[in-house]
């Protein structure tokens, strides 16, 4: 796929199915003859074994080496142009045709931070903190006048002077307990604890409660117990913590009200020079903000101690000294000082692609190769050294004359760290492409950080995920199969995504189906520094994956997963599993609903007047980001949620249900939406059963008579594409509620948690907030999301 190509602007008038089929066996039928019968792909003895071709380049394994390059030089997003002409080259070297994609992006640099405990009354500085990790002798990445400073990005700039409170993990819940008892934030400095949710809307929560300044600390109690007070010793001498490990990072809201991810000042379109910007303040906040490792808060807080209220037990951490009181000591204040360089500056992700057969269809693997710190051989370098893996696999296939059935695209995201910039800002550029010919989008991110495979992403995928994971070995001896460690740690738990990586445009946005793939730290492993000059290579290649064997079984999977998805003849999605999800999630979010709202009559005719509006314009939407694939000629096709259309050409329309002669209830709503969803189940049994079957028929064609291979050949193309769009259809054009950013219907990050995903969002969302008019029109949306599909799939 040539984004740049495709992208200029043209609209190309998309034949219908049946206009496809006329002119495909009118047009087509010599070419195809000649095709059918010469073309080598058609051949039924493959020539090589492509997964073999795969583990004997990756016997070799290079993932130390291109972690060490990596590692070697910081990589703040925008910075290093060389090391983005470096992967632009190894790209090519490996036989992909590549490219760098420059967005101009609204970005925050580090100049200046100050942290002081004073006197209150005689401004004495009682502690002034260095703001600093150690630099280690046996760690030289800790080492230099190149280290990052720590900080937190866009983070606003100020000094202040005020008294302090400790605020647990700064969650609404928690701003909520602290007016409960009686602590006033207002005017405050906020010191929060890492933890349960995403950092940025730390900051968040904090303004809207009043604070003038955030202080967020890594408290020991996030470590699983490997700690010093537990007898581990501290990094580089053991796996626990280092005492003055900072965790930098972004202060991006992504949650609530006007979130989105990408470049805060172009929410929704694409960063490219000369557009119009907005005031990003719906997205960053307007406080300023310090991360601190616990060994420098320490003496901060135990100024607290004994001060004001005790925090609730599940609000205290592990810090030495400290007992956790909430404060504020009317006789001490803090000075926090944040200076940054708040700056329009080119941002470059590397985009690479061996092309297939099948143009309109593309597999994409991202990583991003920004990172926080000069090292972070964790995140993101991890899945950097494995990205380049996976291209030297691949295209050692190439070399052998594989020819792929789809394209294979590789993205070296930049930006990622302060809100998904890189791979946002491309989303929104390339979007009507992406949506037309991309099957699947699979993300690395932090691909090595411990020894836990863990796997989420959209339920059509699972079935493969776990097929592919039967055919590789756990690197190590024992666990038997990659499979069988992923049944033993999660019992083949696949969670659905929320946020925090470079996957949330395409599902979340666009509707494409998306991975995320990661061998995580847990239980026994040594505590990932996050963040912290300390993910460096001398930590991963001594505590994480010494002998890079996860690298090199992570460049393994996604491999095998990339040519699986490229070569099978009928798209191996599981459309039934996502139903089977619909429905589990449905009934969750139901379950929420208060029982006294289910007799409730839906009697609001703008409701209902808003939702025919809206699904006007969804269907036109859904067809155009699907190719005509999810035909919408059955606008709202729910005649038992409304009158027929006819009568609802104007305004008047009865919403009687028909059968019954009464009222609509919501509860009658919500029974007929299960009745639907049933019913998508079945459907899509057949339409997998379907897919199989195709692809059997395929493997045998040579048995088929010459005018059967053709129909077949079209019965597959059309099959393939209801498969690749199915996601698509279940967008919102109008967004969720009121962070229209989000579009998908079904799969979203949480607006309270910004990393956590959350299921039917706007149906969740409108009961959290006893919306009772909202819910109606939510679970209207999921309706005709799933009518449409049935609709389209039982065709
Ligand atoms: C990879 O690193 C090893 C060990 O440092 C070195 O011997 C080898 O030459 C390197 N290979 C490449 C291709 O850089
Ligand atoms: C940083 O250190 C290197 C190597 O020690 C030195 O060559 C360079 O001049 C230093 N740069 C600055 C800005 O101090
Ligand atoms: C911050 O403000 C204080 C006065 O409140 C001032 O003494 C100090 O110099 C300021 N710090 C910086 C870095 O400007
Ligand atoms: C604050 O200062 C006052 C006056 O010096 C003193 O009486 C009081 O004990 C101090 N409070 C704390 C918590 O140190
Ligand atoms: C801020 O960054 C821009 C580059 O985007 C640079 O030109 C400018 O000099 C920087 N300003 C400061 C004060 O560092
Ligand atoms: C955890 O690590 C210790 C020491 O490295 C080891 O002895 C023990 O077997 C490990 N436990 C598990 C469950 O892996
Ligand atoms: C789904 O299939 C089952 C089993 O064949 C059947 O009993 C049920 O009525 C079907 N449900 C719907 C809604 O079509």
């Not at 492509?50 to 990596?70: D, H, M, R």
């Not at 090519?92 to 590549?98: A, C, H, K, R, T």
């Not at 494995?386 to 930006?415: C, H, M, N, P, V």
Request: hydrophobic share 35%; aromatic share 12%.
């Amino acid at each position: 796929m040539d984004s740049k190509k495709e992208h200029s602007g043209e609209r190309i008038v998309r034949p219908r199915l049946a206009l496809a089929y006329v002119k495909g066996i009118a047009i087509g039928l010599l070419f195809l003859a000649a095709f059918l019968h010469f073309s080598p792909s058609f051949s039924s003895v493959p020539l090589l074994d492509p997964e073999q071709v795969i583990l004997k380049a990756l016997e070799t394994n290079l993932a130390g080496n291109w972690s060490k390059k990596y590692t070697a030089e910081s990589h703040l997003a925008g910075t290093n142009f060389g090391l983005v002409e470096w992967t632009k080259e190894k790209f090519e070297e490996y036989g992909f045709e590549s490219y760098i994609d420059t967005y101009d992006t609204y970005l925050s640099y580090p100049i200046d931070h100050g942290l002081s405990l004073l006197d209150k009354k005689s401004e004495k500085v009682l502690y002034k903190a260095p703001l600093k990790e150690d630099a280690l002798k046996k760690d030289s990445t800790s080492q230099g006048n190149d280290t990052v400073p720590t900080f937190l990005g866009y983070a606003a700039n100020g000094n202040v002077t005020a008294e302090y409170v400790y605020v647990n993990y700064g969650t609404e819940k928690d701003f909520e307990k602290l007016k409960e008892l009686g602590v006033d934030v207002t005017g405050k400095i906020a010191v929060v604890r890492y933890g349960a949710i995403f950092r940025g809307l730390k900051v968040k929560f904090a303004q809207e409660a009043g604070a003038v300044a955030v202080l967020i600390y890594s408290d020991p109690a996030e470590d699983n117990g490997i700690t010093p007070a537990n007898g581990f010793k501290q990094y580089p001498d053991g796996p626990a913590r280092h005492e003055s490990s900072v965790q930098r990072g972004s202060v991006q809201f992504l949650g609530g009200k006007g979130a989105a991810p990408g470049d805060p000042t172009t929410p929704g379109y694409a960063s490219k020079p000369g557009v119009e910007r907005q005031d990003p303040h719906s997205s960053i906040g307007k406080i300023p903000a310090l991360p601190i490792s616990y060994r420098e808060v320490t003496p901060i807080l135990k100024k607290l101690n004994g001060q004001g209220i005790k925090a609730p037990k599940e609000w205290r951490g592990e810090l030495e000294g400290y007992d956790y009181s909430i404060g504020p000591n009317a006789n001490v204040t803090l000075n926090l000082y944040n200076e940054q360089n708040f700056t329009i500056t080119p941002i470059w992700n590397v985009y690479g692609e061996i092309r297939g057969e099948n143009h309109d269809e593309a597999i994409i693997i991202g990583n991003h190769r920004d990172a926080w710190i000069k090292g972070g051989a964790g995140d993101p370098n991890s899945g950097s050294a494995t990205l380049l893996e996976i291209a030297r696999a691949l295209g050692e296939l190439k070399k052998a004359g594989y020819k792929f059935k789809r394209s294979i695209i590789l993205q070296s995201w930049d930006g990622e760290e302060y809100g998904l910039l890189g791979s946002t800002e491309y989303g929104e550029f390339a979007a009507k492409d992406l949506q037309r010919n991309v099957v699947a989008y699979l993300n690395l991110d932090a691909a090595v950080t411990g020894k836990h495979l863990r796997l989420s992403g959209s339920p059509v995928l699972n079935e493969l995920l776990l097929d592919v994971a039967k055919r590789l070995e756990y690197p190590e001896d024992g666990e038997g199969s990659l499979y069988d460690h992923f049944i033993k740690e999660t019992k083949g738990r696949i969670p659905n995504l929320g946020s925090g990586s470079d996957y949330t445009v395409f599902l979340e946005h666009l509707g494409i189906p998306s991975v995320d793939f990661g061998y995580s730290n847990g239980k026994n492993d040594s505590v990932y520094q996050y963040h912290s000059n300390y993910d460096s290579y001398h930590w991963i290649s001594t505590f994480a994956d010494p002998g890079f064997v996860f690298h090199n079984s992570a460049a393994k999977y996604l491999s095998f997963l990339s040519l699986e998805l490229s070569s099978k003849e009928v798209i191996k999605f599981g459309l039934n599993d996502y139903a089977k999800d619909l429905l589990k999630y449905f009934k969750e979010a139901v379950h929420e609903i208060p029982k006294e709202w289910f007799k409730k009559e839906i009697e609001s005719e703008s409701v209902l007047n808003q939702l025919l509006t809206h699904d006007f314009d969804n269907s036109a939407f859904i067809d155009e980001v699907s190719q005509g694939y999810y035909p919408t000629d059955t606008l709202f096709p729910h005649p038992e949620f409304l009158a027929p259309r006819q009568c609802s050409h104007n305004k008047v329309f009865q919403m009687y249900d028909v059968k019954h002669h009464r009222n609509l209830t919501l509860g009658d709503l919500v029974h007929k939406t299960f009745h639907d969803l049933k019913q998508l189940k079945n459907i899509t049994e057949i339409f997998d059963s379907k897919s199989k079957d195709l692809q059997v028929q395929y493997d045998n064609k040579d048995l088929l008579p010459f005018w059967k291979r053709i129909k077949l050949h079209f019965l597959i193309k059309h099959h393939n594409k209801l498969t690749q769009y199915f996601e698509r259809a279940f967008l919102y054009k109008e967004g969720l509620y009121e962070r229209n950013w989000f579009k998908h219907v079904v799969f979203a990050s949480g607006r309270h948690t910004g990393y956590a995903g959350q299921t039917w969002p706007g149906v969740r969302e409108a009961t959290e907030d006893l919306d009772f008019d909202r819910l109606v029109k939510w679970i209207g949306i999921a309706a005709v999301a799933v009518k449409r599909v049935s609709v389209s799939l039982a065709v």
